[in-house]
Every structure is written in structure tokens, then in C-alpha cells.
């Protein structure tokens, strides 16, 4: 395969905007793929190849510029709604057919993103091995005798095999983490609640949240920044801004655990290259500092000796009374448990695990992230097929943890052994450090040099970060009357004003023609994917001319957040609901230059 060959998200996006290569094509080629690639185990359901293609055609007559993920194939984790395929959860019994994407197939879907189909899991998603499905066992690309890692292992498969650039997971104890690293690619697990749930069938509600496997970090956060953001569908669902990668930190201080605390069960390869692993981050500048890894081992024990096994035994109660049969024997006997557990047993392990979460703070307060092991071994399929439960469970010693600690995590590929197994490292942070965690994988995965997933893929060189504002700065969005050449862009020019690049919002606002001299508009925010992208420019002011700016802005406009396409969030103008009743609606627009346009008959 070329370098040229456009492979990742960022690369595919780049060629359809600049017309070297159409969505259809790029369609057409992950289909081929996959029937070249010709393992059954991957997929369990795949679209209708003519329906995928004509949505990739219809794209075409959108905004390019507007759409983060513009034509590119995604495979979504068959526990992930998406409308007019059959959602099983690797479970015939189980099956359904969803009337409407969950949230975040939704939001891909609005970046431009084409789905095209459901892949493998172990089982409800209980299992970090990817052996526990009626549906058969994916391949590993990287190496064939050993396991593809679960449960999310349909994903990791078609990401590393070159199907998709792009898929999801999900991720409750480590099931978009330990995939990445048997796969040699990126699994991020973001901070809980930040993608919505809504449309995931549950394996722990209190803990799940959807991943994402891609080749690169900055295609994971493209993705991430796409489907982030509150949903009213799921109470879980947090309000947090997802922040902007920034530059690799002058005084980065990763976390490590004591010496003699890390286990690898006799793997000497592994332990090599995780020292391997720390080097390399303190040639990059990192400092190392201990911490006590114990408090972190407690709270995984409670993953599975704790009552969380309950909320596993609720998805399936019903088919374990009514067919116990349809249900994998080993998922079986993981979650049948669950029905013994006591109200007492519940409260008695939460009161443990806040005690454990405050530890757990202190220990974080003088770190910008930890880095351990993403697993600290790997295991072939004969293997696990002989010793399931405990292999397993071994899978899960730096994964176990983290969310019901509710830390976010980024697995990232740092070697591949001279087996020829992979070996990745996980940097982990408390909720809310999603970017940064990103801001500093991306430079050690890049630093690595090595090949992306299982094809001869090498890595793209780092792309620039977009211009910050610098000082006391402060980063302003405008979309009508101030953007450059308009009316009132003499106004930010006045106060020293710096413009700092064009973008574009979130696909969730509409834009109004208010009845104001001169003409401006008004941009409001409104329901997940009932929306336009709406393009606009972004200003740096210093702090005592963004003062005098928002003091002279007339009503109904004001200031409040904007959440951009990228999934940052800045300050720039919003308007006032009752001001847009009656005014026109103009988000077909995609911006106020292409509204004046218009009524300028140009």
C-alpha cells in the first residue's frame, strides 16, 4: 500500500475535500476489503452495499468544510443502535431491530460518517478475550493465534485489518482498551458520560460508555469531538467541554507504580518493553514519579467480586429465566451471580469505592496522567479456550479500575515484541482530561515510529495544532456582522483583535435573520443532530478589550459557550430563544457570507 494511499480518517477527509477521491470510492473500497479480507467472524451484520454508496454519493451535495468525518466508513459494535440493521449484542435471542441510531451513530452520521456495518463482540460485552460469541472468533490480523481482545473485537479487527479507518467500541472494563493493544492500534476511552449511551445495550449502565478505535489519536479525538455532548435521552450523559489538543507540556509528571508492583505472570517480553515504554517517555521530557498502584488493585477486585455483576445479570435476566441456552456459557456463569447479590452487599462496596475514589484524587493531584500497561500479557485463542475466566480476568489488571474510578483513558501502541505480539501502555486521567491525555499520546505514539495496525502502514507525520490564543488572551467565535469584511468587523480590529482561523460549530445550532440594523444574526443551540454546522471565525482579544467588546453588545445577543465541530468549546455569540420566534430560518445556509451572498443576488 502507498503512503499516498489516503488510510486514515484525517487522510480520507483530505482527499474527498480536495476531490482526489469520492465517498462512494472510499465506500467501495472497504467493502472490496472486507470480501478480500473474507473472515466471517468480523461482521455480524454489513449494510446493503448499494445503500451505502448512494448515502456516500448524497454527501457530495453538502458542505465538505462542515463535516469533521466527510464520507468515511465507521463500523459500529453490534451492542450500538444503528437504524435498519439488527441490534444482538452477539446474542440471536437477544436480537431487535432499533427504530432510530442511539445518539452517537446519530452524530457520526451528521459529520458526514457512513455506517456500514455491526461488528463482533463476546457476548452482552462481558469479556476482554473477543472468544465468547455465538457469531465465531475474529482472526487477530496482527498475529493469527492470538485472540483478537474483547469484547469490543469486531472493531479492533476492522480497524487494524484496513477495513475501516474508524470504529466503535464500547467500554466497561477494559473492552475498547485491550483490543487496541492485541491490534496495535488506538482505543480511547473517554471520560463517562461524555458520549451519550443513549441506544447502547447496557452491561453496567453505571459504568459503560462507548470507545473508539482508529490508527491515529487525532483520528480517535476527530471522532470523539463529533459524537461529544449532553443528551436529555440519557441521564448519564454529562455536560463537560471536551477542550482543544494542545502542545506536549514542558513539566509533564506521568505517574508509574512502585517498584516490584507491576505483574506481568512470567512475561518477560512485556515487562521489557514497558521499561522500554517509560524510557521513551522520559527522553521525551516526561518526569516519572512513583505512586502506590494498590488502592487501584482493590478497586478492580470490586469490578467482579462486587455487586456491579448485578447489572450485568439485569440485561439478561429475563433470557436466562426464559433460554438459558441462548446465552454463552461462560457469560453464564460470570453473570448468574448477580442474582445472589443483597442490597447490603451494594451499599457496603460503594461506601468502599468512594473511599477508594478519594485515594484515588490525592494520588492524582500532584500527576498530569499515569501510564501503565494497557494488559500485562497476551494470550492465544487455545489459550483462553482452555482457561477462560482466569486469563480473562488476568487481561483486566490495568483496566479493571478505571471506570468505576471514572478516570479516562488512551491506549496507545508502544512496541511490537520480536514474537510478533504488540504491546501497548495506557495513559489514564480523572474525568474531564480527554484532550490532554491526546496532547501528549499523540507525541509518544508518533515517537514510536511504528506501523499502523496490521497492515505496512506507516505513520503520518504529526499534524499542526491550530493557532491559540496566546497570554491572557481570550478566544472569541463570531458569525455575522464581525467575521472579516463584514459590517462590524471593524469593531474587533479597533479593540487589537486577531483572527486566529475559520471553523465551524458543532451540527447542533440553527442560525436566524434577526430584524436588527445592520443586519445580524442570531445563532442558537438546539437538539442533537436537529441541527446545521454553522461556519464562523475565531478572534483573540486580550481580557480588557473581550470586556469592553461583550459590555457594548446589544440585546438579544450575548455572550455564552460555543461548542465547536472539534468538540471545543470558546466564547462567542448566541442569541436569545425568544428573539429567533418569527425571524428566518437560515442554517441551510451554512453561514452568514453565504446568506448576504444570496441576497446580494451574487
Not at 476531490?19 to 467501495?28: D, E, F, L, S
Not at 455483576?309 to 441456552?325: G, K, N, T
Not at 495506557?426 to 499502523?452: C, E, N, Q
Amino acid at each position: 500500500m502507498g503512503s499516498d494511499t489516503p488510510e486514515t480518517v484525517a487522510a480520507i477527509v483530505a482527499a474527498h475535500r480536495a476531490a482526489t477521491m469520492t465517498p462512494a470510492q472510499t465506500i467501495t473500497r472497504s467493502y472490496q476489503r472486507i470480501r478480500d479480507y473474507n473472515d466471517p467472524a468480523v461482521f455480524i451484520s454489513l449494510r446493503d452495499e448499494k445503500e451505502a454508496l448512494a448515502e456516500a454519493e448524497a454527501l457530495t451535495s453538502k458542505d465538505a468544510a462542515a463535516l469533521p468525518l466527510y464520507g468515511v466508513p465507521v463500523a459500529v459494535k453490534d451492542n450500538i443502535d444503528a437504524q435498519g440493521l439488527p441490534t444482538t449484542a452477539a446474542c440471536p435471542a437477544f436480537a431487535y431491530s432499533p427504530a432510530q441510531d442511539s445518539t452517537a451513530v446519530a452524530k457520526l452520521r451528521a459529520a458526514g460518517a457512513v455506517i456500514i456495518g455491526k461488528t463482533n463482540l463476546d457476548q452482552f460485552a462481558t469479556g476482554l478475550v473477543g472468544v465468547r460469541s455465538p457469531y465465531g472468533i475474529p482472526v487477530n490480523p496482527v498475529r493469527a493465534d492470538l485472540i483478537p481482545g474483547g469484547s469490543s473485537s469486531g472493531s479492533a479487527v476492522a480497524v487494524s485489518a484496513g477495513l475501516v479507518p474508524l470504529a466503535l467500541g464500547t467500554d466497561t472494563a477494559g473492552s475498547g482498551r485491550v483490543p487496541a493493544m492485541l491490534n496495535n492500534i488506538v482505543g480511547l476511552k473517554p471520560s463517562l458520560g461524555l458520549i451519550s449511551n443513549a441506544g447502547l445495550v447496557p452491561a453496567c449502565r453505571t459504568l459503560d460508555c462507548i470507545s473508539v478505535f482508529s490508527l491515529t489519536v487525532d483520528d480517535a479525538m476527530t471522532a470523539l469531538a463529533a459524537m461529544a455532548g449532553p443528551d436529555g435521552a440519557d441521564p448519564f450523559s454529562r455536560d463537560r467541554p471536551l477542550g482543544a489538543v494542545s502542545a506536549f507540556p514542558e513539566n509533564l509528571r506521568l505517574g508509574v507504580p512502585r517498584n516490584g508492583q507491576l505483574i506481568f505472570f512470567g512475561d518477560r517480553a512485556a515487562e521489557k518493553a514497558h521499561g522500554e515504554a517509560l524510557q521513551r517517555w522520559t527522553s521525551l521530557g516526561a518526569t516519572l514519579i512513583e505512586f502506590d498502584l494498590e488502592p487501584f488493585y482493590e478497586t478492580a477486585r470490586l469490578l467482579y467480586e462486587g455487586p456491579w455483576v448485578a447489572e450485568r445479570y439485569l440485561v439478561i435476566r429475563d433470557l436466562l429465566a426464559s433460554s438459558p441456552d441462548s446465552i454463552h456459557p461462560v457469560t453464564r456463569e460470570i453473570t448468574a451471580p448477580g442474582a445472589r447479590l443483597t442490597a447490603a452487599d451494594t451499599f457496603a462496596s460503594l461506601y468502599r469505592l468512594q473511599a477508594l475514589r478519594r485515594t484515588a484524587e490525592r494520588i492524582f493531584a500532584g500527576l498530569d496522567a499515569m501510564v501503565l500497561p494497557t494488559a500485562p500479557t497476551a494470550y492465544s485463542t487455545a489459550q483462553v479456550l482452555a482457561n477462560p475466566i482466569e486469563l480473562n480476568s488476568r487481561l483486566g489488571t490495568y483496566t479493571n479500575f478505571v471506570n468505576l474510578l471514572d478516570l479516562c483513558g488512551l491506549a496507545l501502541p508502544a512496541a511490537m515484541r520480536t514474537d510478533g505480539i504488540p504491546f501497548g501502555i495506557t495513559l489514564l486521567a480523572p474525568a474531564g482530561r480527554d484532550a490532554a491525555l491526546a496532547s501528549i499520546g499523540r507525541v509518544f505514539h508518533a515517537d514510536t515510529k511504528l506501523k499502523m495496525g496490521a497492515k505496512d502502514l506507516t505513520q503520518p507525520a504529526l499534524a499542526a495544532l491550530p493557532i491559540a490564543a496566546s497570554g491572557d488572551d481570550i478566544t472569541i467565535a463570531v458569525v455575522g456582522a464581525h467575521l472579516s469584511g463584514m459590517a462590524l468587523n471593524g469593531e474587533l480590529q479597533a479593540l487589537g483583535g486577531r483572527l486566529l482561523e475559520t471553523t465551524a460549530t458543532a451540527p447542533d445550532y440553527k442560525l436566524y435573520a434577526l430584524d436588527t440594523t445592520p443586519p445580524k444574526p442570531g445563532l442558537l443551540r438546539v437538539d442533537a443532530g436537529a441541527g446545521h454546522s454553522i461556519k464562523l471565525e475565531l478572534w483573540a482579544l486580550s481580557a480588557a478589550a473581550f470586556g469592553k467588546f461583550v459590555a457594548a453588545i446589544p440585546p438579544p445577543l450575548g455572550i455564552g459557550t460555543v461548542r465547536l465541530a472539534d468538540g471545543r468549546g470558546v466564547k462567542g455569540f448566541v442569541v436569545e430563544p425568544v428573539a429567533v420566534e418569527g425571524a428566518r430560518d437560515i442554517s441551510a445556509f451554512g453561514g452568514w457570507r453565504a446568506f448576504i451572498a444570496e441576497k446580494a443576488g451574487t
